[in-house]
């Protein structure tokens, strides 16, 4: 059988604030890091569940999750991705008892051999800040770009919450694109036969040309270019291609900003 850690604390009094249970879960935390330790394991996953008044109108105990993304056995981690969600439970009754079960235990990995840190941070520190952002903000609130598979920047452009598995994408393109897509495409005014956006913009790249999205009737036909503004700023812009039948002239639209 696979280690297991469970651990009940009773409280001396009915708590109606989750935040005043993190002195008990503490406890309960040091208990199961001091089990973890002695046996060289590591926690991945484990649940506090708060137990509520009994009687006619008994309300089911509240469970709160927490996962890793990296197993660790350290208490004061632990208890602070626990602090930051009972900062967003809201209790359903006051509370009697507290309970926390291990549910993913893992062995330890062996201590880093290394002399100095790694700069700008490990990447269990980088898992760690994840962790407690996750805590603090929610799961749905913490983002990773995750670009889809499409030629259509607007469509290529997407964010899932970052403990969601991303599509395969397409192959980088050789010619730069920026981070920053804007919402929505903005037309530019024309000056000289030049698009307009505070200064003229002169192209300063070649034209990647994008005709696709005929298959879910949102076609897109256009050419973008890197422009540069007189004061040496760059954009993403792109002139629309008009068909031959089509009498007026194609129109300029600035769709990202380089760093």
Do not use: C
Request: hydrophobic content about 45%; cysteine-free.
């Amino acid at each position: 059988m696979p280690p297991a850690f469970s651990a009940r604390l009773e409280l001396p009094d009915r708590i109606e604030h989750a935040e005043a249970l993190l002195f008990a879960a503490r406890r309960l935390i040091l208990q199961m890091t001091g089990w973890l330790s002695a046996r060289q394991l590591a926690i991945a996953r484990f649940v506090l569940e708060l137990e509520h008044e009994r009687g006619r109108a008994a309300v089911p105990p509240t469970a709160i999750e927490v996962a890793l993304a990296e197993p660790t056995s350290r208490e004061d981690h632990l208890v602070r991705l626990l602090k930051e969600r009972l900062g967003r439970v809201e209790l359903a009754a006051p509370v009697i008892a507290v309970r926390l079960d291990a549910k993913d235990v893992r062995e330890a990995d062996a201590p880093s051999e290394s002399l100095f840190p790694e700069p700008g941070g490990s990447p269990q520190d980088h898992a760690r800040l994840m962790e407690l952002l996750v805590a603090r903000l929610g799961a749905q609130n913490v983002l990773k770009a995750a670009p889809v598979a499409d030629h259509r920047p607007e469509v290529a452009a997407r964010w899932l919450p970052i403990g969601e598995t991303a599509r395969p994408m397409l192959p980088p393109s050789s010619l730069p694109r920026p981070a920053w897509l804007l919402d929505s495409p903005v037309q530019l005014i024309m000056r000289g036969h030049r698009p307009f956006y505070g200064t003229p913009l002169r192209m300063v790249s070649p034209g990647e040309r994008i005709e696709v999205g005929w298959q879910d009737g949102h076609p897109v036909t256009r050419d973008y270019f890197v422009a540069e503004s007189e004061d040496a700023v760059h954009y993403w812009v792109f002139r629309e291609r008009v068909s031959a039948v089509e009498e007026r002239e194609p129109r300029w639209f600035l769709h990202g900003l380089f760093g």
